[in-house]
């Protein structure tokens, strides 16, 4: 296995960090590693500008008007992005349900819906999740109930992330009640801006709403927009999920997570001296960096072993719980690393000494990365399947 790039891979990362230095306004840069919310037109903008140099949908294939990278290639694109601190690309079109309508729309779909999110015409949200469905998600039970040429949709969704910002949204609903629960779910598109949609904010721990409760109330669906069969939603689903969980090591975040780490262990003085020359705070961040390399050679393993066309196995489980812990041990280091000056929860009337802000963004990225190891599938879940798949052996 060889797991350094080619020539050509050298120089389309080359190519990628030209344009990051080009095109990323350094104040963008800055509130992406502050970790303070992005406007709606701040994530359009840097789609738009993606989009311009055709590197929006680095996953679709050319013919659906995708950049066709290599797995390697997204990589590569994703760990540059994270290290300038590009702002992420809003994944619910383009990585959830673009591969989804590339697979099981129909012509009329593709042709119309495709073309929309690369020119940033919709934002779209993903309506899984449900109060009583989340890790147990074939237990939803938001309902569509065929009327002529619509379906009546009435239930709730939950936890709908940046759902504030969208016009659109995919959602799993019941279909038929009876029978096994994966087998009554169907796939449904649904304009946000129906009569009988509510969508209400909540708000986190660090004091933002990026996620939201949906409501149906009689919302009246076009059947047109049903992909695929009915029933066969649980299907398409899965093939969503599975695409929900590329990049999922995060080893481009976690490494401008330790980069940050260390620029602040060596500002702070601790006894007079710099923290980062405190021993068990130096051993710390030591043990910390060793797991992220480790990490990251496993990362490259399978992405070699994918180039190769094997379907990655628990190895993906693996990278989930591992590059989540290792980003939430860097979050409480770098908030440790300001003490007290990290206390205060918001900016919020607290114009501080330079630098204060910085302080206060460790603290507010700390409280808000704690879903991580919950969402895109919760680490105890991915614990069941490793050990599920080595039990059957
Ligand atoms: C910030 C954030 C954003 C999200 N965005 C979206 C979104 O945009 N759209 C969407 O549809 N959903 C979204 N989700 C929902 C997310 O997918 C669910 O939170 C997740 O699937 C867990 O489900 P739950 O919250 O219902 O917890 P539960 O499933 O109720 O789990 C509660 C606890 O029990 C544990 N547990 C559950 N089952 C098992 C088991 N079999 N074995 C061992 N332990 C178990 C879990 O790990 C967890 O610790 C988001 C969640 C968060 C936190």
């Known amino acids: 296995m060889d797991m350094s790039f080619t020539p050509e891979e050298t120089a389309f990362r080359d190519d990628i960090r030209a344009f990051l ?67 992420r690309i809003v994944p619910f079109g383009i990585a959830m349900l673009g591969p989804v309508l590339q697979k099981f729309g129909s012509k009329e779909q593709q042709d119309h819906w495709l073309p929309r ?25 938001c309902e569509a109930v065929r009327d002529g040429d619509h379906y009546v949709v009435n239930g709730q969704k939950t936890w709908t992330t940046l759902g504030q910002h969208a016009n659109m949204i995919f959602c799993l609903v019941r ?10 779910i169907s796939f449904l598109l649904i304009d946000m801006e129906t009569p009988g949609v509510t969508v209400r904010p909540i708000v986190l721990l660090d004091g933002t709403a990026e996620v939201n409760e949906v409501w149906f109330d009689n919302v009246r669906v076009p059947a047109a927009n049903l992909v695929g069969e009915e029933n066969q939603g649980w299907t398409y689903a899965k093939y969503l999920l599975t695409h929900e969980r590329t990049n999922i090591a995060g080893v481009g975040f976690a490494t401008a997570a330790l980069d940050n780490l260390k620029r602040v262990a060596k500002a702070q003085r601790h006894r007079g001296q710099p923290l980062s020359d405190d021993p068990l705070f ?38 989930k719980i591992k590059g989540t812990q290792i980003r939430q041990r860097l979050d409480a280091l770098t908030r440790r690393a300001y003490g007290g000056q990290a206390m205060a929860l918001t ?3 607290n114009e501080g000494p330079e630098g204060a802000d910085e302080a206060l963004a460790a603290s507010a990225t700390w409280l808000n990365n704690r879903k991580l190891s919950i969402y895109g599938g919760s680490n105890e879940v991915q614990r069941s399947i490793i050990s599920g798949a080595l039990a059957k052996g």
């Open 21 to 87: 230095k080009a095109e990323l306004d350094p104040a963008l840069a800055r509130k992406v590693r502050l970790h303070h919310d992005l406007t709606k037109a701040e994530m359009e903008g840097w789609h738009a500008k993606l989009q311009s140099r055709g590197w929006l949908a680095g996953n679709w294939p050319k013919e659906f008007g995708g950049a066709g990278w290599t797995a390697i290639q997204r990589h590569i694109f994703e760990e540059e992005s994270a290290r300038a601190h590009a702002p």
């Open 117 to 141: 999110i690369l020119n940033g015409d919709d934002w779209w949200c993903q309506g899984y999740s449900e109060p009583g469905a989340g890790s147990d998600l074939a237990s939803l039970r």
């Open 175 to 184: 279909t038929n009640a009876t029978g096994k629960k994966q087998e009554g």
């Open 282 to 319: 130096a051993a710390e961040m030591a043990g910390v960096e060793i797991e992220l390399m480790a990490m990251s050679t496993t990362n490259l393993r399978m992405l070699s072993a994918a180039a190769q066309g094997q379907a990655p196995g628990i190895e993906s489980s693996m990278l």
């Open 347 to 349: 900016l919020e009337g």
